[in-house]
């Protein structure tokens, strides 16, 4: 778990590994892209990779109404996605 601060709150990110921690400089994606409203550039990492940076705002705010719409309406924003093997078991 990563812990990051957004929107005056701390959100815990569940992630697979954390391999390393770096000072990088973070670059604009530009409009190659498009609407990237999660990922706010990227940057090259030490060893050539380029690593997108997360917008933690963005996601602290999808969070935060996401929370919000719960408590008000009993579900959630979006249902849950059915995969294949649950949708023939329906």
Do not use: W, Y
Not at 3 to 11: H, Y
Not at 29 to 41: C, H, I, K
Not at 62 to 82: Q, W, Y
Request: proline share 3%.
């Amino acid at each position: 778990m990563v812990v990051v601060e957004g929107v005056g709150r701390r959100l815990g990110l569940l992630v697979d590994e954390v391999v390393t921690q770096q000072q990088v400089v973070i670059k604009s994606l530009g409009e190659g892209m498009g609407p990237a409203r999660f990922v706010s550039g990227a940057a090259i990492l030490s060893d050539g990779r380029v690593g997108l940076i997360l917008n933690v705002e963005e996601i602290a705010m999808l969070i935060h109404k996401s929370h919000d719409f719960f408590h008000e309406h009993g579900e959630a924003i979006l249902p849950p996605v059915r995969t294949t093997s649950q949708e023939a078991q329906a």
